[in-house]
Every structure is written in structure tokens, then in C-alpha cells.
């Protein structure tokens, strides 16, 4: 098969050099964590524990009656010595647990290994995937549970793995292929035996040939499973853009992946599925990548959830004093943030400290008709047209623009010689034109 790709996107700088060849390395326990009670789509957790409670490693302490919504889990065991707001990537504040450390990392004794779980019926494994609380771990956080449960009639044939990580400076995904492939196989085997699907695809972009070789040797002579070469392109690991290039099936405006029989599903997650069932541990790390030239000593780190990004900074060097921006996420679709007072969630991919040199400073003008916005969209939308109905808040023109379709990739605001904020403007008109459907 050749190595397959769609229409528009970019070619940012990519700098994965600064740690793609670093392995992974378990970062110390803890002092303490704050787990927030929401880090995933859907309904926040309720807090099953109170302050002065002792909890244990993987104990649960939070969870929802709601469908979608995925428990919370202590990734350390200690006292629980808060229960209340605090910082959220998503720049607001949070409910959140906040445990200190007793130092001994006990882990709950309810914790153990599955039984045979290929020998589990779908519902089962389900089951147990929900309640090891196993979000999307590409950034969405979808719950994965959800996923793995079609609406009635909606027949999944295929389950993809996003390998791509086109994001630049991330890494964490590339190294979980070269260091677990087998379990990245194993979860995938799980996901496509809860769905029914007959087909299994690992999609990686074509800059990680050894990714690409590792993984086939995983696969080895599964005939179900394909690993696909993708073009290093961004956003190649979009999930309609992923779902185009390995399957020819387009996603229709306004549809999901189901809709054309599709699921997709990060590599971060298949690995946690894995590890629910053959390690019985709920979703309590995760690899991030703390990289930039702004960082002391850039590395991948298997990270406790609820881990302070401003001790993961001091563990990596601390910041340089040219820093200039803090981004939780990639450079691309992640979000800067005014302090490093915040916890590492389920979501969390990267930390990436970026100097004077690598952020563009330069002030937005006035657009200039030139349509490379238009070319490289891998959505087909007009970006430029949507944003100015969104800056003067005609939302009905908005929504007849597809603003809704907006994958929010950011290549029409990286690839804009204006420098005008697009995809900030978008993000504006989309909210707004979801807001009105829902009432």
C-alpha cells in the first residue's frame, strides 16, 4: 500500500528532533496531585471521597451516574487535604481532589488483573473499560466507553488507531509505538471485538519509519489489521481527514464517524485498554512530552495524573528565561496558559515552552484576499469568511458557511500572511452556531 493522503493542510516546522529519540522515563512520585473532576467530554464526576480521607493508588474517587462521563481514579495514595476549584487547561477553574502523599505508593487491593479477557463478552469488556475511566487520549477525552457503544442500527466494520501525530514537537505516541506495540495490537484486538468490526487500521505519518516497522512486526500475520503510511502532512491525524485517507469514506457535514462505520481511537488509548484488562489499573498515567527550547531538558515522562505541569518543568530543568509562552497541548491545537499552576489531566499530550525565537510575535493586518486559507483547509470551508461573520456576529451567515464543520486545526491562522487569528474567530461562531441548535 502506498502512503496515503488527502487534500490541503500545511507543513509546519516540526521539531520533533528534540525528543523523538528519547525514551520513555517514569517521572517520581508525586508530592502531590490535584485530580480535577472533569477531564473528559460529558458530565463532571461527583466526589466519592471527603477531605481527611486516606485513599489508595487507583482508588476511585469520582464519578458520574451519567452515561457520558468516565470516573476519576487517586493516582497516588495519601490525604485527600482539598476538595474544591483549581487551574484547568481549559483555563478556567474546576472542582478538583487534591491528595498529598504518604510516600508509599499503595496501590487499592480491588486492582487486579482480568481473568481472560479475550474470553470476555463485549458488554463485559465495555464494562471494564468504563470503569478504568479511559478517555480519548489524543486531547479530545472523549469517553471511550461511549465510542465502543454504536447507536442501535449503526454498524461498525472498521476501528482505526491514530498514529499520525502530526502535531509538531509531540512525540509521546511515537515512542509509546516503538516501546508498546503489543499492547497498542492487544487494545486495538479489544476495540474491534466490542464493536463487531472486522477490519483494524494503525495509521502512522510516513516521518516515523521506524513506528511504521515496529508496528508491522506487532501486527505480524493478522490478516485483519493493516498499518498504513500517511503522508507527513498537517492535520493528517484529524479524525475525518484519517478516516478519508485510510478508508476513502468521507464523514458527512454534520456527521460523526459512525456514520460511515467508522471508529477511531488513539494509540494513548488503546494502551490504556490494555492495561485495564491485563493490569486491572485504571487510567492514572500517562506519557507527556515536555519539549520546546524554552525547557531545560526536554524528555517523554510517564506522568501520574493530577502531577502539577510546574513540577514536571522543574523535573525537565525549568523554564529558560527567554520562555515566552506555555502551551498545554502542541503548538498547533493546544492551548497557552498564564501558569504552570495546574494539574496534568487524562488529555494531556504535551507541555511545550516556546522561546522568543519560535513564537510569532508579528500583529494581525488586514486580509488580503489571497485564499491560502481556502487552499490549505482540509475541510473545504471559506476560514476567511467565517471569521468575519463571527467578528461581527452574524452567526446565522455563519452557520450557512459550515462554521460547525471546523475540525479547529489552526492551518488557515498558521498559513495566513495577515496573521489574522481565524481559527480563534472560528472557534468564536462555531460555539455560538452549536449553542443555538441545542436550543
Not at 492514572?284 to 525547557?295: C, L, N, Q, S, W
Not at 531538558?297 to 525537565?316: F, K, Q, S, Y
Not at 475541510?379 to 463571527?390: D, E, K, M, S
Request: glycine share 10%; proline share 7%.
Amino acid at each position: 500500500m502506498g502512503v496515503a493522503f488527502f487534500k490541503g493542510g500545511v507543513h509546519p516546522e516540526y521539531r520533533k528532533e528534540l525528543t523523538s529519540s528519547l525514551a520513555i522515563t517514569a517521572a517520581p512520585l508525586p508530592e502531590k496531585v490535584v485530580i480535577p473532576l472533569q477531564q473528559h467530554i460529558g458530565a463532571p464526576c461527583e466526589p466519592l471521597v471527603e477531605i481527611g480521607d486516606h485513599v489508595k493508588t487507583g482508588q476511585k474517587i469520582g464519578q458520574s451516574e451519567s452515561f457520558v462521563s468516565a470516573p476519576v481514579h487517586a493516582a497516588i495514595s495519601g490525604e485527600v487535604t482539598a476538595i474544591g476549584p483549581y487551574n484547568h487547561c481549559l483555563g478556567r477553574q474546576v472542582e478538583a481532589i487534591t491528595i498529598e502523599s504518604d510516600g508509599e505508593d499503595n496501590w487499592d487491593e480491588a486492582i487486579r488483573p482480568v481473568e481472560n479477557p479475550e474470553g470476555c463478552t463485549p458488554e463485559e469488556l465495555r464494562a471494564l473499560i468504563r470503569e478504568a475511566g479511559i478517555v480519548g487520549m489524543g486531547g479530545a477525552t472523549f469517553p471511550a466507553h461511549v465510542k465502543l457503544a454504536p447507536p442501535e442500527g449503526k454498524i461498525i466494520d472498521t476501528v482505526i488507531i491514530n498514529g499520525a501525530e502530526c502535531e509538531p514537537y509531540l512525540t509521546a505516541d511515537h515512542r509509546l509505538m516503538l516501546e508498546r506495540p503489543d499492547e497498542i495490537v492487544f487494545g486495538l484486538e479489544i476495540m474491534m471485538k466490542v464493536l463487531g468490526a472486522e477490519k483494524g487500521i494503525i495509521g502512522i505519518e510516513d516521518n516515523k519509519a521506524d513506528a511504521v516497522r515496529v508496528m508491522k512486526q506487532a501486527v505480524g500475520e493478522r490478516a485483519a489489521i493493516a498499518v498504513v503510511p500517511l503522508k507527513t502532512k498537517y492535520p493528517q491525524g484529524a479524525e475525518k481527514m484519517l478516516i478519508e485517507v485510510v478508508t476513502r469514506r468521507r464523514v458527512p457535514s454534520g456527521g460523526l464517524p459512525l456514520d460511515v462505520g467508522v471508529v477511531n481511537h488513539n494509540t494513548g488509548t488503546a494502551v490504556a485498554v490494555a492495561d485495564a484488562l491485563k493490569k486491572g489499573k485504571p487510567l492514572i498515567e500517562r506519557v507527556v512530552t515536555v519539549t520546546g527550547e524554552g525547557v531545560g531538558r526536554p524528555a517523554n515522562l510517564l506522568v501520574r495524573v493530577g502531577t502539577l505541569v510546574g513540577d514536571l518543568l522543574e523535573l525537565c530543568g525549568g523554564l529558560k528565561e527567554e520562555t515566552r509562552k506555555l502551551i498545554v497541548g502542541g503548538p498547533m491545537m493546544g492551548l497557552a496558559q498564564p501558569t504552570a499552576d495546574l494539574p496534568v489531566i487524562k488529555g494531556t499530550s504535551g507541555i511545550v515552552a516556546l522561546t522568543a525565537e519560535e513564537v510569532d510575535l508579528y500583529e494581525s493586518s488586514t486580509c488580503i484576499r489571497c485564499a491560502r486559507c481556502v487552499e490549505v483547509c482540509p475541510i473545504n470551508l471559506v476560514p476567511t469568511f467565517i471569521a468575519r461573520a463571527a467578528e461581527f456576529e452574524q452567526f446565522d451567515r455563519a452557520e450557512r458557511l459550515h462554521a460547525a464543520d471546523c475540525i479547529e486545526c489552526g492551518c488557515c491562522t498558521y498559513i495566513c500572511p495577515a496573521r489574522i487569528p481565524l481559527t480563534q474567530w472560528i472557534r468564536i461562531a462555531k460555539a455560538e452556531v452549536l449553542s443555538r441548535r441545542k436550543r
